[in-house]
């Protein structure tokens, strides 16, 4: 895997060119939080970009989550395209 931002962003470009998503797990919310930001820029206008971790409250988590099952299923049966981060 490469190991700057500019080397990601394109191999995820190359990954994203015919469609589907993406997940991307973190180990820490910190983590997840900064690659969220340094993508989310990469990608605006271009890809939905999503973040989803543990400390969100309770209500908020839930309807994320809910978000991401709609969007992205639970199998392949979904077309979706965009890249989620937790």
Known sequence: MPNNVAQIVE???RLLEEGGCIGWVCNTVA???????EL???YAGSSEVELFH?????????????KAVRQYGTDKSHNAHGLQFS
Do not use: H, K, T
């Open 40 to 42: 989310s820029e990469a």
């Open 54 to 66: 543990a400390r969100y409250p309770f209500a908020e988590r839930s309807q994320r989550e809910e």
């Open 11 to 13: 191999q995820l470009r």
């Open 31 to 37: 983590g997840a939080q900064r690659v969220y930001q």
